[in-house]
């Protein structure tokens, strides 16, 4: 590996995932300017849409995550190619 191309900067972040409200802590260069509070502690917050605790392939079961409105976006845009 290459020498001087690795950030120093590693501290602890937290991860929210925003579909389930699923906390977990890890070490993170990641830069936010939002702070969560984890059992008195103050960690900068990493807002997820979808992480390991509900994705179907880890959980096993079929959740459709639709977090924009994507879906009817992309049915709108393409309902006029419809027979």
């Known amino acids: 590996m290459k020498k001087g191309i690795h950030p120093e900067n590693y501290r602890m972040v937290a991860f929210k995932d925003m579909s389930n409200n699923d906390v977990f802590l890890t070490r993170s260069t ?45 049915k709108t845009k393409y309902a006029k190619f419809k027979k």
């Open 30 to 74: 990641a830069n936010t300017k939002e702070i969560l509070d984890v059992d008195g502690v103050e960690y900068p917050l990493i807002k997820l849409d979808i992480s390991r605790t509900s994705h179907p392939f880890y959980t096993g079961k079929s959740k459709l995550v639709d977090t924009a409105g994507r879906i009817d976006k992309f």
